[in-house]
């Protein structure tokens, strides 16, 4: 038993010295190696990293092109000759040049071009808001050349998506995708219709995912996208940007158009291009469809979207000057510098300085990354966030609070279509709540009111009750539709409650 030991020991030790012996030689050979030599080594002792499938398949997209032709849609907008949209002051055409859509500039009526996405069958259309906004008549033709009049059901100028309607049945669609399971490397398609050349795709790859670039709600400080404002009554960013980008040619003419995957699933809106001349150069931009889907339904549901708000003010740390700002060595998170009296956010506990590492157990390095997820929900909903202070992360769970809403945009002309989009305004049926609130058998709600409209000049604000429209009586939608058509002089009379109980009888040529 004993002369066992001794061998046992015996080999132990002789295993020990050999092993040390090749560890030497192997440290001592692995500093000689070149670096394609160490991948060698790294990928031949890791197989599962080496025997990766390429997600391109055949590079066939013709089925995907083929599928997505027919549902997007080529869009042409008529302005006021005094209208601003088409006078070059939007922020859109200032930061990035003149992108957006071709633009005309005669002495009379102005037009403008972009693309849509035909999402039902009966005739709903998702496009961006910058092509519709202001817009007095808005025509669309599809990919087989058909001519329809649509009006605007309501627009979100935070996420720069719209959704309009024509009047037609068993129109085909694209069908939605999942944004979130996108990867950056996929290939994808954009349709759409650059410099009128309508039905044309284009296929790149996905360059990255969440991006933000400070073009949407520029007007609230030009020069600083995530200002750090030291004020006693701050201002929010409103805007919400986590672009997916894509060197796929996206030109004047695509905004509102389709990106794609290559099973002909819709992942994005086209939205914008980084550009220096106004033309391709490599950078398009998305929105990704899981954002616009929430706000697509909300504008169908409720005229409006249901936004809800943590209530904080940030700096952005990913921007070496935002972190210097605030003397702060991070490079990823957000910097509180500011929180809303009575907001969710003031409620759960986040305090002033503190930096949010964290939203809902996922990283955040930069703003998109909280903004998306939030403009996902609805008031009511929780979040849970997790910040940094004073050196150990902290938990809090906040409630999302409703914000009043801001959002306005624009329309004018003849036809009841034309006339809906005047008004400026999105509605909503009322409930038996409201109905006894204001003592009222019938009516709709103002759910939106867009700058430069019919609504906006005559002051009928947001929470407005409409009763009748040139004394007839107005319950939904179509009802205004009824009303509005073939006006006798082009004068209009609404007659409604404004939010506070007090009636009014407002008249007004509209033609």
């Given at each position: 038993?004993?002369?066992?030991?001794?061998?046992?020991?015996?080999?132990?030790?002789?295993?020990?010295?050999?092993?040390?012996?090749?560890?030497?030689?192997?440290?001592?050979?692995?500093?000689?190696?070149?670096?394609?030599?160490?991948?060698?080594?790294?990928?031949?002792?890791?197989?599962?990293?080496?025997?990766?499938?390429?997600?391109?398949?055949?590079?066939?997209?013709?089925?995907?092109?083929?599928?997505?032709?027919?549902?997007?849609?080529?869009?042409?907008?008529?302005?006021?000759?005094?209208?601003?949209?088409?006078?070059?002051?939007?922020?859109?055409?200032?930061?990035?040049?003149?992108?957006?859509?071709?633009?005309?500039?005669?002495?009379?009526?102005?037009?403008?071009?972009?693309?849509?996405?035909?999402?039902?069958?009966?005739?709903?259309?998702?496009?961006?808001?910058?092509?519709?906004?202001?817009?007095?008549?808005?025509?669309?033709?599809?990919?087989?050349?058909?001519?329809?009049?649509?009006?605007?059901?309501?627009?979100?100028?935070?996420?720069?998506?719209?959704?309009?309607?024509?009047?037609?049945?068993?129109?085909?669609?694209?069908?939605?995708?999942?944004?979130?399971?996108?990867?950056?490397?996929?290939?994808?398609?954009?349709?759409?219709?650059?410099?009128?050349?309508?039905?044309?795709?284009?296929?790149?790859?996905?360059?990255?995912?969440?991006?933000?670039?400070?073009?949407?709600?520029?007007?609230?400080?030009?020069?600083?996208?995530?200002?750090?404002?030291?004020?006693?009554?701050?201002?929010?960013?409103?805007?919400?940007?986590?672009?997916?980008?894509?060197?796929?040619?996206?030109?004047?003419?695509?905004?509102?158009?389709?990106?794609?995957?290559?099973?002909?699933?819709?992942?994005?809106?086209?939205?914008?291009?980084?550009?220096?001349?106004?033309?391709?150069?490599?950078?398009?931009?998305?929105?990704?469809?899981?954002?616009?889907?929430?706000?697509?339904?909300?504008?169908?549901?409720?005229?409006?979207?249901?936004?809800?708000?943590?209530?904080?003010?940030?700096?952005?740390?990913?921007?070496?000057?935002?972190?210097?700002?605030?003397?702060?060595?991070?490079?990823?998170?957000?910097?509180?510098?500011?929180?809303?009296?009575?907001?969710?956010?003031?409620?759960?506990?986040?305090?002033?300085?503190?930096?949010?590492?964290?939203?809902?157990?996922?990283?955040?390095?930069?703003?998109?990354?909280?903004?998306?997820?939030?403009?996902?929900?609805?008031?009511?909903?929780?979040i849970n966030l997790t910040v940094l202070r004073n050196g150990s992360e902290k938990?809090?769970?906040?409630?999302?609070?409703?914000?009043?809403?801001?959002?306005?945009t624009a329309a004018v002309s003849k036809s009841a279509t034309e006339l809906f989009?005047?008004?400026?305004?999105?509605?909503q049926p009322l409930n038996a709540a409201q109905k006894a609130k204001f003592h009222?058998?019938?009516?709709?709600?103002?759910?939106?009111?867009?700058?430069?409209?019919?609504?906006?000049?005559?002051?009928?604000?947001?929470?407005?009750?409409?009763?009748?429209?040139?004394?007839?009586?107005?319950?939904?939608?179509?009802?205004?539709?009824?009303?509005?058509?073939?006006?006798?002089?082009?004068?209009?009379?609404?007659?409604?409650?404004?939010?506070?109980?007090?009636?009014?009888?407002?008249?007004?040529?509209?033609?």
């Amino acid at each position: 038993m004993k002369k066992f030991g001794i061998t046992l020991l015996t080999a132990f030790a002789g295993g020990a010295l050999a092993l040390g012996a090749y560890k030497f030689v192997e440290n001592k050979y692995d500093q000689n190696m070149s670096i394609e030599d160490k991948q060698k080594v790294y990928f031949a002792s890791n197989p599962e990293k080496s025997n990766m499938v390429s997600s391109a398949g055949s590079v066939d997209f013709t089925q995907s092109a083929a599928e997505v032709t027919p549902a997007v849609v080529y869009i042409r907008t008529t302005y006021a000759s005094n209208s601003s949209e088409g006078g070059g002051s939007d922020p859109f055409e200032q930061m990035f040049g003149q992108m957006f859509g071709q633009r005309m500039r005669p002495q009379g009526p102005q037009m403008a071009s972009g693309s849509g996405v035909i999402i039902s069958p009966d005739g709903y259309i998702v496009t961006n808001n910058h092509v519709v906004a202001k817009a007095e008549k808005i025509q669309i033709v599809t990919n087989d050349h058909r001519s329809f009049e649509a009006k605007v059901i309501g627009t979100d100028p935070n996420t720069d998506l719209a959704l309009i309607k024509v009047n037609a049945t068993n129109l085909p669609i694209v069908k939605l995708g999942n944004s979130d399971a996108v990867r950056v490397g996929e290939w994808v398609l954009a349709v759409g219709n650059p410099f009128k050349l309508n039905s044309t795709v284009t296929a790149g790859i996905v360059s990255a995912k969440g991006r933000s670039i400070g073009i949407i709600g520029r007007d609230d400080d030009e020069d600083n996208p995530y200002p750090v404002r030291q004020q006693e009554t701050p201002s929010f960013k409103k805007g919400i940007e986590s672009f997916i980008q894509t060197d796929a040619a996206i030109n004047p003419g695509n905004s509102g158009g389709a990106l794609v995957n290559t099973n002909g699933e819709l992942i994005g809106i086209n939205a914008a291009i980084a550009s220096h001349t106004g033309s391709y150069e490599g950078y398009g931009f998305a929105i990704p469809i899981n954002l616009a889907k929430k706000v697509l339904n909300d504008i169908k549901k409720y005229g409006s979207v249901k936004r809800g708000y943590v209530g904080i003010g940030f700096a952005d740390l990913s921007d070496p000057e935002q972190a210097k700002s605030v003397n702060s060595t991070k490079t990823n998170g957000l910097y509180v510098n500011s929180v809303l009296p009575g907001s969710g956010a003031l409620e759960a506990g986040i305090k002033e300085g503190d930096i949010i590492t964290k939203v809902d157990g996922n990283t955040v390095y930069e703003s998109s990354d909280l903004q998306e997820r939030v403009a996902r929900l609805q008031p009511g909903d929780k979040i849970n966030l997790t910040v940094l202070r004073n050196g150990s992360e902290k938990n809090f769970t906040v409630t999302l609070k409703a914000d009043a809403p801001s959002n306005r945009t624009a329309a004018v002309s003849k036809s009841a279509t034309e006339l809906f989009n005047k008004l400026g305004a999105s509605f909503q049926p009322l409930n038996a709540a409201q109905k006894a609130k204001f003592h009222v058998n019938g009516g709709v709600l103002v759910t939106q009111v867009r700058q430069g409209g019919v609504f906006d000049n005559t002051e009928i604000p947001v929470g407005s009750i409409i009763t009748s429209i040139n004394r007839k009586p107005i319950n939904s939608v179509d009802d205004i539709d009824k009303a509005i058509t073939n006006l006798r002089n082009g004068m209009l009379l609404i007659t409604g409650y404004y939010p506070d109980g007090g009636s009014f009888n407002n008249m007004f040529q509209v033609q």
